[in-house]
């Protein structure tokens, strides 16, 4: 079964239909995207619950080095305004082997720097 890291935008978006994509994972940056949109302290409490549910693919070093190497090379065809969290998720999703679910434009374009398979929600 294959390894699907979700973007934030897949995971508000995709609900029970997520669960016929493979295996779930998701990286610190997608966690803390959607941690920050909790409404209250319960809310934040309730966020942490359900991600618990998901495997976690580590984020290190080598994550951001791979990221930074990805945006130099994205500037060579002025494709460098990716944002920061997008990079490190599609690095995150190389080192481990991951295809990336979202709903962002941007994972089509980073999907080709970093080698993963790039699956768009309906």
Do not use: N
Not at 14 to 42: H, V
């Amino acid at each position: 079964m294959a390894l699907i890291l979700l973007d934030k935008s897949a995971w508000v978006r995709g609900g029970a239909d997520l669960l016929d994509y493979g295996e779930l994972c998701m990286c610190a940056i997608t966690r803390m995207e959607i941690l920050y949109s909790a409404r209250s302290a319960d809310d934040y409490a309730t966020l942490q619950e359900d991600l618990a549910a998901y495997r976690d693919l580590r984020i290190d070093y080598a994550t951001v080095s791979a990221a930074e190497s990805a945006q130099r090379e994205l500037a060579v065809s002025g494709q460098h305004r990716i944002s920061l969290p997008d990079l490190i998720i599609g690095a995150c999703a190389q080192q481990h082997g991951a295809d990336v679910l979202h709903v962002d434009r941007h994972f089509d374009v980073i999907a080709e720097t970093f080698g993963f398979r790039s699956i768009r929600l309906p």
